[in-house]
């Protein structure tokens, strides 16, 4: 019965095809065991289940950022970044997704895209910045001079002289000077 502890440790292993071939083929092999046909077709049935449901792909920019969340977690980078890509090509001033495009690249060591992301992100929301500078994810970009250039604090604006600006500038009316 080595056939049916094989389709029972593909079962383990979710990988619901195989089991189910090995299952069939318990079946066919060995028609005389009533008994263990129940078992086998017990378990067909799960294998066509598992086989047949397919997750439904992620039609929001939230259901997207968070299955990219989730593919990050799971070190799936490619499925993250193709989730964050609907997200950019939809809405191509999120730099929440931007962010995370610069998390996965960094952790596909694709320095120039992470840095390219993270610069767009930090652009939109100067917050990153801050984040970048802590987060673990972007370890691998750490002794990446552009990396270290995106994450130096932007220039302090000029000095103005107020008097003078105050001056050009009319006073803003509320709703109650109308």
């Known amino acids: 019965m080595a056939l049916y502890e094989r389709a029972l440790e ?30 086998v077709r017990l378990y067909l049935n799960i294998c066509q289940r598992q086989a047949t449901h ?35 090509d939809e809405d191509p001033d999120n730099d929440h997704a931007l962010y995370m495009l610069a998390v996965a690249h960094a952790q596909r060591d694709e320095h120039a895209e992470a840095v390219a992301h993270l610069e767009r992100a930090i652009a939109l929301n100067p917050e990153n910045r801050a984040l970048a500078r802590h987060d673990p994810d972007l370890e691998p970009l750490r002794d990446d001079e552009a990396f270290r250039a995106a994450l130096e604090a932007p220039p302090a604006p000029p000095r103005v002289d107020r008097d003078r600006d105050r001056d050009r500038r009319r006073p803003l009316k509320t709703r109650s000077a109308r």
């Open 54 to 88: 397919r997750e439904t792909a992620p039609q929001t920019i939230d259901e997207r950022l968070y299955a990219a969340t989730l593919a990050i977690n799971g070190a799936k980078y490619d499925q993250a970044i193709a989730h964050l890509r609907l997200v950019r």
């Open 10 to 39: 593909a079962l383990q292993r979710h990988e619901y095809e195989t089991a189910g071939n090995l299952l069939e083929s318990v079946l066919r092999q060995y028609p005389e065991e009533k008994e263990l046909h129940e078992r």
